[in-house]
């Protein structure tokens, strides 16, 4: 019998290099996919430069697959036309192949909520992206329920971390506390938001890609208690050594900041994620799987901010 392969699509975002170093860490034999050349992968780590966009390019993708990493998806604005095409595509590639699908969510189909989110809470978006994620999970699920193939879902929050350059912590938040300017959160500072760390959400698929009991099921991965923006922009500064300089960013002044800045408009159409309490319960995870450990705030900041200081360009402080 053949040793099995973990195959991670999007190998070179933030969620799919965190899986491809889970993996390797454990010694799976893992491949990693994406459309160029994958860069700084672990020793023994097999790549793929394809585009699973294509039906064509998720069958070769998912050769001989054991597990499938879902962890691809398209740029932000152009969610509705492109991610349930390209995750029709993954589905068709998995099932081919005969491997179980494990799918990188994240809470975007559960809408503005009260209190903390768990796999119990009613999935009623409000979002265009809120409704193309529960689309997408929907067509998962009914495919493994129909007998297509095997599937669990993870979800996770806003992410941080080593290779996370493209949330809103990468993107808002880190430059500027290492460039020594203001953040600019948006919305409010001094409401709970819950963040997951990339290195924890990897261990979280990879523990869903190898149990049994995930198949079928939608798991909230887990992350420590939620901060406040306010609080962990601070731990950043600290681990970076820099002042915490920050504000935040009223709804109207984000739809002028939209009118020039792609990113910044899409974030309008999920603005209650922060403008209200935002924050998760993991603990049918913890149950199903056993009590999980989680990496302290203060390592998992010191580690990102470590990270991109060696990894991204621009000035930093300290």
Not at 299 to 311: E, G, I, L, N
Request: proline share 8%; glycine share 10%; net charge neutral.
């Amino acid at each position: 019998m053949s040793t099995p392969l973990h195959v991670v699509l999007g190998a070179g975002g933030g969620i799919g290099s965190a899986v491809v170093h889970e993996l390797a860490s454990r010694g799976i034999r893992t491949r990693a996919v994406q459309r160029s050349p994958a860069l700084d992968l672990p020793p023994g780590v097999t790549t793929l430069a394809v585009d699973i966009s294509t039906t064509e390019g998720a069958h070769a993708a998912c050769v001989d697959a054991t597990v499938v990493y879902h962890c691809v998806q398209p740029p932000y604005h152009r969610w509705p036309q492109e991610f349930p095409p390209l995750t029709d595509a993954v589905i068709d590639g998995a099932a081919g192949a005969g491997a179980k699908l494990v799918f990188a969510d994240n809470l975007y189909l559960y809408g503005p909520i009260d209190g903390p989110i768990s796999e119990r809470t009613p999935q009623r978006p409000t979002s265009r992206k809120g409704a193309v994620r529960k689309a997408m999970a929907d067509r998962l699920l009914q495919a493994h329920n129909t007998g297509r193939l095997k599937v669990t879902i993870g979800q996770a929050s806003d992410y941080y971390g080593p290779g996370g350059t493209r949330s809103v912590i990468g993107a808002a938040v880190l430059p500027a506390v290492l460039g020594g300017r203001t953040v600019n959160w948006p919305g409010r500072l001094d409401v709970p938001h819950a963040l997951h760390y990339l290195p924890d959400i990897a261990t979280g698929l990879v523990t869903l890609g190898e149990r049994d009991e995930a198949d079928g099921r939608t798991f909230i991965l887990p992350t420590a208690p939620a901060s406040t923006p306010r609080q962990f922009i601070e731990r950043f500064a600290a681990a970076a050594d820099s002042s915490a300089r920050m504000r935040g960013t009223a709804k109207p002044l984000m739809r002028l900041v939209g009118l020039a800045n792609p990113a910044a408009r899409e974030l309008l159409d999920i603005w209650y994620q922060f403008n209200h309490p935002w924050t998760v319960d993991d603990t049918l995870y913890r149950h199903t799987f056993g009590h999980t450990e989680t990496t302290a705030p203060d390592v998992a900041a010191t580690a990102t901010v470590d990270w991109y200081r060696t990894h991204t360009d621009g000035p930093s402080v300290g």
